[in-house]
């Protein structure tokens, strides 16, 4: 098993012998993003930036202007907030082609504590206008996502991971930018989930399958601009939803799905996600059980959906007849 | 420079500042102290030192100049127009609904202006950028950047100082235009600066200091950052808040966001030499 930092040193590695036109910017944490395999690979194309998050990104707008390509990394507590305004405002409003890459996302960072463990990035960034946010779920996906990520002419926020991760793709696996992924067909509740959290999901479509409920699963790795079509048209045939990140509850993918569902069809949903609070340090696997965020915690989310669509229909409620 | 190429530049940084007050006056708001401070040290660069001009203005070779303090907008917009990349005219639509000139710096907007400014500290690590972009590319373009000195607050910009005689980027000019005040008061009175100069110099930086009013030492300063190697340079020029505006002058209200009104208006128009403006 890969970890997802791990993956994208070594996908930047990769990439790198085919394309001379990026170069990594790193903020002295080149060991716990993974680029220091990059790194040793290509140090000319490596910019260290010490440990100065705010300069590093508008650093990377103007090298954005000089021909080339750059890709800014660091954790994503500090991509997502210390230095959030120069996103803001460096980046993202004049609109300059700089790719921002995090690694070390929600309660799977683990021991490092609350300090370290990003719960907001997903609401944080959703809310900056020109910047698209990509989510991959497995190394593969994310494999195959950085060529796209570069490709495409603007501001892309990407996050990775920090844990060990399996596979759940094979190479046969196509990135489309913008499009979730069905990766489980069903017919009686649509699970939508992002990064680490779609690896529980696939636990939970089988734990539910044992009990004859059928999931459609939907891997949403990207979050901005969100997947509509494929919400709307799962809600429709579904007729209910559960979302599940490992992010706060407060402005990450559920909230993008329940914005869809509210101005489309409102069909009963439950949320997976960090239910607003700080968590603290732990193995990030006691983490997930403390703080709800395990297959079983979708299985319930699913169950209780599931009445939840029942009773509407039973009584008629919701159903807007 | 010769006297005649010293009173041109004294003209032309006097039809800047006539245009600053122009804007100022059509807007209703804006920084005209910053603006007005900066004006000659914006003449000099645009008509002395930049290889920058509409004809060029998307060459990769281009000189880059970058407003780090994006609030003296007025500044800019007024060189630029003087500059032949946009009309006069569009100073009527200034900080007003569908016009290219924005409250600060909008690169998406308006011709020649290289970076979307305003919030400080941003500018100056994006000049950064643009001069190790420069190196790394072989391309021998000049940065020239000019930060206000109550910028010089935000730790952004002291970040970029580490980061810019790091890495060596000696095809890059800061120009502080130290006029003593910010926003609500003497610079040292809010968080000082001083001893200003030591502490460039600490940072690896070469450190000139001069009169920003003055077009010789200017003229001297820059000769003088084009020889040096091996590290950035970084001019400290003193200036006079709300120059050549008597009542501006040295006084914080006229930081912004404001522009004078009834009496003032007619005595600022009259001051820069505009007396039959209509608005």
Known sequence: MKTMREAFGLALAELAKSRDDFVVLDADVAGGTGTHIFREAFPDRFIQCGIAEQNMMSVA???????VLPIVTCYAVFASLRAIEQVRNSIAYPRFNVKIAASHLGLDVGPDGPTHQAIEDLAVYRSIPNITIVSPADPVELYKALPVVLDHDGPVYLRTGRSPLPTIFDDRLSFELGKGKIIREGRDVTIIAVGVMVHRAIEAA??????????????MSTVKPI???????SAARAGCLVTAEDHNIIGGLGSAVAEVLA????VPMERVGIRDLFAESADPNDLARKYHLLPDDIVLAARSVLRRKKNERTTGEGTGK | MDKDEKEQLERLAAELRKYIVIMNCYAGSGHPGGALSAADIVAYLFHKELNFSPANYQDPNRDRFILSKGHSCMVLYAALAQKGFFSTEEFKKLRRIDGMLQGHPDRLKTPGVEFSSGSLGQGFSFALGVAL???????DFRVYVLLGDGELNEGQVWEGFMFGAHYRLDNLVAIIDYNKFQSDDL?????????LHDKLASFGWQVVEINGHDFLDLEQAFSQ???????????????????????MENNPKWHGSLAPVGAERHRALRECGCEDLRL
């Open chain 1, 61 to 67: 707008a103007g090298l954005s202007t000089t021909g």
């Open chain 1, 206 to 219: 089988d734990k539910l399958q044992k009990e004859g409920i059928s999931c459609r699963l939907i891997n």
């Open chain 2, 225 to 247: 950052a084009r020889k040096t190697k091996g590290k950035p340079s970084v001019i400290v020029a003193h200036t006079v808040k709300g120059k050549g505006i008597s009542f």
């Open chain 1, 227 to 233: 997947d509509r079509e494929l919400i709307v048209e």
């Open chain 2, 133 to 139: 972009g420069g190196k790394r590319a072989g391309l």
């Open chain 2, 187 to 195: 610079t040292s009175n809010i968080t000082s600066l001083e001893p």
């Open chain 1, 263 to 266: 101005e489309t069809i409102p």
